[in-house]
């Protein structure tokens, strides 16, 4: 006998409309929390005379930050030495990432090297340093490797006019003149025709007739065009080069060894990590890709470039995403070797003269959280290109 369904309970009966209704039912549980929380922590600090208004961002800060990309003294505000914060941290995290990435390919096809020698001190090298806490590392660079450097008057020398001490790397600063736009115009243009390049068809870009001419056109855009322009603008760019002067130099950029210390740090474990990502991928592609290349008249080079660099990087792109939003939260360790970031100056020294504990820690995880978002949209974006195309 078969069992009728009551009338009110018909709604329940329909898969979508249940998963529906429970989505809509977590979702007002959620947020009827989420007001519960602001309510109860806006109302115990109020108790306790605790501001709950961002207007601390617009007082004096008072202290003075070591590094700093924007004017910036004692006199400005917590607002000011909160975008000062967060340009060092972006700065650090962008300056890491070129770094991590070079060198993790370059390890990468080192491990998959036949040279033996090659092989096993890459491999060394991925073994040794992702098996040691980044904290670790730090410290290690910091404390056993800069601060043991000597002073500014026994500085080491460096290629390009560089000094390098206890108190940073010292390197010449360039100064852009009037006839500087014309080497910037060149520049854009180099890139846009760059750009119009890689977008032109595979079929004709790499046709036998025509390859020579692409390389060459493709070099003189990139090499030519803006060394034209900066010989015919009367070499508008000149560069300062830093001095001694008493007891440090003066002119020129200074590198501070904390900045030093923490990009090592960063992009040598990163590294790691992407090695072993890199090396994965390549051998995850069948070997009978390779040989079907070889089949229809493909050189080595072509090979690796139109036919295994494409599917591994299908599988590298996904992994290589993670790595790069660990490096990035990875940088809040600069904390412990005194690197003004958004930590340290905000989430610090901010937190701390003004109690506003509760909308600094919220603005800092806001911060992450959005940096994060957007290099995870940036990545997904360059992933598509390399994604199956459905028939």
Same mark, same amino acid.
């Given at each position: 006998?078969?069992?009728?369904?009551?009338?009110?309970?018909?709604?329940?009966?329909?898969?979508?409309?249940?998963?529906?209704?429970?989505? +809509?039912?977590?979702?007002?549980?959620?947020?009827?929390?989420?007001?519960?929380?602001?309510?109860?922590?806006?109302?115990?600090?109020?108790?306790?005379?605790?501001?709950?208004?961002?207007?601390?961002?617009?007082?004096?800060?008072?202290?003075?930050?070591?590094?700093?990309?924007?004017?910036?003294?004692?006199?400005?505000?917590?607002?000011?030495?909160?975008?000062?914060?967060?340009?060092?941290?972006?700065?650090?995290?962008?300056?890491?990432?070129?770094?991590?990435?070079?060198?993790?390919?370059?390890?990468?096809?080192?491990?998959?090297?036949?040279?033996?020698?090659?092989?096993?001190?890459?491999?060394?090298?991925?073994?040794?340093?992702?098996?040691?806490?980044?904290?670790? !590392? $730090?410290?290690?660079?910091?404390?056993?490797?800069?601060?043991?450097?000597?002073?500014?008057?026994?500085? $080491?020398?460096?290629?390009?006019?560089?000094?390098?001490?206890?108190?940073?790397?010292?390197?010449?600063?360039?100064?852009?003149?009037?006839?500087?736009?014309?080497?910037?115009?060149?520049?854009?243009?180099?890139?846009?025709?760059?750009?119009?390049?890689?977008?032109?068809?595979?079929?004709?870009?790499?046709?036998?007739?025509?390859?020579?001419?692409?390389?060459?056109?493709?070099?003189?855009? $990139?090499?030519?065009?803006?060394?034209?322009?900066?010989?015919?603008?009367?070499?508008?760019?000149?560069?300062? !080069?830093?001095?001694?002067?008493?007891?440090?130099?003066?002119?020129?950029?200074?590198?501070?060894?904390?900045?030093?210390?923490?990009?090592?740090?960063?992009?040598?474990?990163?590294?790691?990590?992407?090695?072993?990502?890199?090396?994965?991928?390549?051998?995850?592609?069948?070997?009978?890709?390779?040989?079907?290349?070889?089949?229809?008249?493909?050189?080595?080079?072509?090979?690796?470039? $139109?036919?295994?660099?494409?599917?591994?990087?299908?599988?590298?792109?996904?992994?290589?995403?993670?790595?790069?939003?660990?490096?990035?939260?990875?940088?809040?360790?600069?904390?412990?070797?005194?690197?003004?970031?958004?930590?340290?100056?905000?989430?610090?020294?901010?937190?701390?003269?003004?109690?506003?504990?509760?909308?600094?820690?919220?603005?800092?995880?806001?911060?992450?959280?959005?940096? +994060?978002?957007?290099?995870?949209?940036?990545?997904?974006?360059?992933?598509?290109?390399?994604?199956?195309?459905?028939?």
């Amino acid at each position: 006998m078969k069992l009728r369904r009551h009338p009110a309970l018909e709604f329940w009966y329909d898969a979508k409309a249940r998963a529906i209704l429970l989505q +809509s039912a977590f979702v007002v549980a959620f947020v009827a929390l989420a007001i519960f929380a602001f309510i109860d922590v806006r109302a115990n600090m109020e108790a306790r005379g605790i501001a709950t208004d961002l207007s601390f961002l617009g007082k004096v800060a008072g202290f003075d930050i070591n590094q700093s990309l924007i004017p910036y003294s004692a006199a400005s505000t917590y607002g000011r030495a909160f975008v000062v914060g967060l340009l060092n941290t972006l700065l650090v995290a962008a300056v890491s990432l070129a770094l991590a990435t070079v060198l993790g390919f370059i390890v990468g096809f080192a491990r998959l090297s036949k040279n033996w020698i090659v092989g096993q001190t890459a491999m060394a090298y991925v073994e040794a340093i992702r098996n040691v806490p980044l904290l670790l !590392q $730090l410290l290690f660079w910091y404390n056993a490797v800069l601060k043991p450097l000597p002073s500014p008057k026994q500085s $080491l020398p460096l290629p390009f006019g560089m000094f390098l001490n206890n108190r940073g790397l010292f390197a010449p600063a360039p100064v852009f003149e009037a006839g500087a736009v014309w080497l910037v115009a060149a520049l854009c243009v180099s890139l846009l025709a760059a750009v119009a390049m890689r977008l032109t068809p595979k079929r004709i870009k790499f046709a036998t007739p025509s390859r020579a001419f692409f390389s060459g056109v493709a070099a003189a855009l $990139l090499l030519v065009l803006p060394l034209a322009a900066f010989v015919g603008a009367g070499t508008p760019v000149a560069f300062v !080069q830093p001095e001694l002067k008493g007891f440090n130099f003066v002119g020129g950029v200074r590198l501070l060894p904390e900045f030093v210390a923490l990009v090592l740090g960063l992009s040598l474990y990163t590294a790691a990590f992407i090695a072993e990502i890199v090396r994965a991928g390549v051998e995850a592609v069948p070997r009978g890709q390779r040989e079907a290349a070889a089949a229809i008249g493909l050189d080595r080079a072509d090979a690796d470039r $139109l036919v295994i660099a494409p599917q591994a990087m299908r599988l590298i792109v996904p992994l290589l995403t993670s790595q790069y939003l660990n490096l990035i939260k990875n940088s809040s360790l600069a904390v412990f070797i005194g690197y003004p970031d958004l930590v340290q100056v905000f989430a610090g020294t901010v937190l701390n003269q003004t109690g506003a504990a509760v909308q600094v820690i919220f603005i800092t995880m806001a911060v992450y959280l959005a940096i +994060s978002l957007v290099a995870s949209l940036a990545m997904n974006l360059y992933g598509r290109r390399f994604a199956l195309v459905e028939r």
